[in-house]
């Protein structure tokens, strides 16, 4: 979507540029501000929500790694204890690497620390010689406390992307509306001024660069995009972008760009899979033919 946005704000800067020429038709001057209107707030809408995400998950990782390394250093301290004693519950309690505790749910990592420390600190004493000590258990509360904090605020701007992306979907929508007007009234000048014309229709050409003709002539008909990540903004790559009810499916590349290309117009259902994130569905998908619809998306990662 950034991108599209980027090559809409490339095509008013040109009709903006030219405003003198613009006067053949009195109501293209108001669908050009209308344009400009809408996507200053697709613009501002985008910022807020790269930034207020890529901060929170920021602060969040960063008292995650913390909480990890603290526990990690009772881990080995309790674990060496429970070897050489033959504690066998102590260390089925313990056994937990970097990975393991990396990998674990946001709540699950909480649970897990807390019934960790609970088990130890009923031997913590017997532990003294392995580096153990009642204020490295005490220490770790803290850490625990900010890190359950942090979640909240996190998942308040999951939430807040969800809307931001429903925002966004209904302006570019807008847009898309206006240009199809704006592009109506500037055929009127084709003839009388078809440089100009055609500087405009080239431009609109690189706005909707899936829609352009393959090199045989022949226009692809299907759907593309780029999906994200919900939680961080990034581009997500691996995710497996398929057409309900056919055998069209592809992967999203490194840049989480994905292409299907589909054999007629009609009304399609999508759906992308993820292992360690929420199935995405979107339904009444409306493809013409020898046209690519555009669907960007983001995938939310499980809880």
Same mark, same amino acid.
């Given at each position: 979507? #950034?991108?599209?946005?980027?090559?809409? =704000?490339? =095509?008013?800067?040109?009709?903006?540029?030219?405003? &003198?020429?613009?006067?053949?038709?009195?109501?293209?001057?108001?669908?050009?501000?209308? *344009?400009?209107?809408?996507?200053?707030?697709?613009?501002?809408?985008?910022?807020?929500?790269?930034?207020?995400?890529?901060?929170?998950?920021?602060?969040?990782?960063? #008292?995650?790694?913390?909480?990890?390394?603290?526990?990690? %250093?009772?881990?080995?301290? *309790?674990? *060496?204890?429970?070897?050489?004693?033959?504690?066998?519950?102590?260390?089925?309690?313990?056994?937990?690497?970097?990975?393991?505790?990396?990998?674990?749910?946001?709540? &699950?990592?909480?649970?897990?620390?807390?019934?960790?420390?609970?088990?130890?600190?009923?031997?913590?004493?017997?532990?003294?010689?392995?580096?153990?000590?009642? *204020?490295m258990l005490e220490a770790i509360e803290p850490e625990l406390a900010a890190y359950a904090a942090a979640l909240p605020g996190?998942k308040q701007v999951i939430a807040s992307r969800k809307t931001a992306t429903a925002e966004l979907k209904v302006l570019f929508?807008?847009?898309?509306?206006?240009?199809?007007?704006?592009?109506?009234?500037?055929? #009127?000048?084709?003839?009388?001024?078809?440089?100009?014309?055609?500087?405009?229709?080239?431009?609109?050409?690189?706005?909707?660069?899936?829609?352009?003709?393959?090199?045989?002539?022949?226009?692809?008909?299907? #759907?593309?995009?780029?999906?994200?990540?919900?939680?961080?903004g990034l581009k997500q790559a691996g995710v497996l972008v398929s057409v309900v009810g056919t055998n069209f499916s592809t992967?999203? %590349?490194?840049?989480?760009?994905?292409?299907? &290309?589909?054999?007629?117009?009609? =009304?399609? &259902?999508?759906?992308?899979?993820?292992?360690?994130?929420?199935?995405?569905?979107?339904?009444?998908?409306?493809?013409?033919?020898?046209?690519?619809?555009? =669907? %960007?998306?983001?995938?939310?990662?499980?809880?």
């Open positions: 979507m #950034i991108n599209k946005h980027r090559m809409l =704000v490339a =095509v008013l800067d040109f009709l903006d540029k030219n405003e &003198s020429k613009l006067t053949f038709a009195p109501a293209l001057l108001g669908y050009v501000d209308s *344009a400009q209107d809408t996507l200053a707030r697709i613009g501002s809408t985008q910022e807020a929500q790269l930034s207020s995400s890529e901060g929170y998950t920021q602060t969040k990782e960063a #008292i995650q790694q913390q909480v990890i390394g603290s526990m990690l %250093d009772i881990i080995r301290r *309790a674990k *060496a204890f429970a070897f050489v004693t033959n504690d066998l519950i102590l260390k089925q309690a313990v056994n937990y690497t970097y990975n393991k505790l990396n990998k674990l749910p946001q709540d &699950s990592l909480i649970d897990v620390c807390n019934k960790i420390v609970s088990d130890c600190k009923p031997k913590v004493d017997l532990m003294a010689d392995y580096g153990l000590t009642p *204020a996190t929508a807008e847009v898309d509306h206006t240009f199809k007007r704006i592009d109506a009234l500037m055929d #009127i000048i084709s003839a009388a001024d078809p440089l100009f014309y055609q500087e405009y229709k080239n431009l609109r050409v690189i706005d909707d660069l899936r829609r352009k003709s393959s090199s045989n002539g022949v226009k692809t008909t299907g #759907i593309a995009g780029v999906v994200s990540n919900l939680e961080t992967l999203t %590349d490194a840049e989480g760009n994905y292409t299907l &290309s589909l054999k007629e117009a009609g =009304v399609y &259902s999508l759906k992308a899979e993820l292992k360690g994130y929420n199935d995405y569905e979107e339904e009444d998908i409306e493809v013409n033919q020898g046209e690519m619809t555009t =669907v %960007d998306f983001d995938m939310e990662p499980l809880a």
